[in-house]
């Protein structure tokens, strides 16, 4: 498959966004320590960098709808790169906690915009396969930048951290200047306008899957190393290299979901993912002391954790054809949302005293509640749109 440059901006950016959401979670000791503040403290600065993602997305497109698409993404980036340039320098937590939240507006942006400039590029039928192309940078980032990074944070200090993600925005930027065309937009467009598409039950559903179903896969993900390390008998040396694994499984997973949804339908491609989710999760309760199983269960449930995102863009996408942009946005602050809800969750049953199986146990249910979700949503639109598609057969067979 030859890859289309077009798409290899928004993809660094991807990379870029993923390498500073991801690598923070294993340097919180690090940055502890050189902040002199407590680790709970220290995250503090993930929570202020998703608590921006969900403020940013939806205001930063809304007021930026009426300009073109690659000045957006141009204007998203700098700003990205400033701040985390910005926490590279940092000298004390205050500073740092109003940086990250700043750092993280726009993330989810970057991603609505891009979701939908990455749809427009493609041909007739390749929708989903060029999102997931977009995403593959997001999935690199987990496969080979988090754990990378992490190493040089260690090693020699974390500030390296943030000043490579501000290196990797400065290639994108260039990238974006080059490689990426230039697209049309609707002028007569306003907030407001944009914001229409939460009043249809279609788009409420497509947020609830993403929110809840795919929630599930965040209670497996929050607690994968004491899952590994307690259950499975890993040793803790060897995490980085399960943590590649799965990231491993994410870059696959990514790709297949794109060409299965462009084969399938995203409606019938995201039900039969959740389907899967649901299975692989009751494998990693009922089967994790087994550590080859464990291991295969990481790589599918990385995979499956990532899968998805394609399919889920364009149900969002076709809930919203005047809205694509800000409902996109809407989606990443659906994917935040679905992160803290897993952690959450799947916490409380070792609150009270349960093994660390019993997340993805709850994982189960999520992923149930979500299935549940995208069966109705396929029965209500799916049928919908073969009806509209038929009509319009009909009519052009009339005019003949």
């Known amino acids: ?69 690659k000045k957006v993404l141009i204007v998203l980036m700098m700003i990205f790169t400033l701040f985390n340039a910005l926490s ?28 939908v400039v990455a749809s427009r590029m493609a041909g007739k039928g390749k929708e989903a396969l060029y999102i997931s192309l977009m995403f593959t940078g997001l999935t690199v980032a987990n496969l080979a930048m988090v754990p990378l990074v992490t190493y040089i944070g260690h090693a020699f200090h974390w500030r390296w951290y943030f000043a490579i993600v501000g290196a990797i925005g400065l290639v994108a930027l260039l990238f974006l200047k080059l490689w990426l065309p230039t697209m049309e937009t609707n002028q007569d467009s306003h907030f407001l306008e944009e914001l229409k598409f939460l009043k249809k039950r279609q788009s409420w559903l497509v947020l609830l899957i993403t929110a809840i179903g795919f929630g599930g896969l965040f209670t497996w993900f929050s607690y994968i190393t004491p899952l590994m390390t307690v259950i499975a008998g890993i040793k803790e040396s060897q995490m980085a290299y399960v943590m590649i694994l799965a990231g491993a499984g994410m870059v696959v997973g990514n790709l297949a979901g794109g060409i299965l949804s462009d084969k399938l339908g995203p409606e019938k491609t995201c039900s039969l993912l959740l389907f899967l989710m649901m299975a692989s999760l009751a494998g990693v309760f009922f089967l994790s002391e087994y550590q080859n ?23 969002m996408m076709k809930a919203a054809p005047k809205s694509e942009m800000m409902a996109a946005a809407f989606m990443q602050a659906a994917f935040n949302i679905a992160n803290a809800m897993g952690a959450f969750l799947g916490g ?5 005293g349960y093994s660390f199986k019993y997340p993805s146990l709850v994982g189960v249910g999520m992923t149930l509640i979500g299935l549940i979700i995208s069966l109705r949503y396929k029965y209500l639109y799916s049928s919908q749109a073969q009806d509209e598609d038929k009509l319009a057969v009909e009519c052009v067979s009339c005019d003949k």
């Open 88 to 115: 590279a320098v940092a000298p004390d937590y205050t500073s740092m906690l109003i940086i990250r939240f700043l750092s993280g507006l726009p993330h989810g942006a970057f991603f609505g915009v891009g979701t």
């Open 1 to 69: 498959m030859t890859i289309d440059k077009r798409i290899i901006p928004l993809a660094i950016g991807g990379l870029g966004i993923g390498t500073t959401e991801f690598t923070v979670m294993g340097l919180l000791p690090d940055i502890a320590k050189t902040l002199q503040i407590t680790i709970p403290e220290a995250g503090h600065l993930i929570s202020a960098y998703a608590l921006g993602v969900v403020i940013g997305a939806p205001i930063l497109i809304g007021y930026s709808v009426k300009f073109p698409p």
């Open 348 to 352: 409380i049953p070792l609150e009270h």
């Open 293 to 315: 199983i464990a291991l295969t269960l990481t790589f599918i449930c990385g995979a499956l954790s990532m899968s998805v995102a394609a399919p889920i863009n364009i149900m």
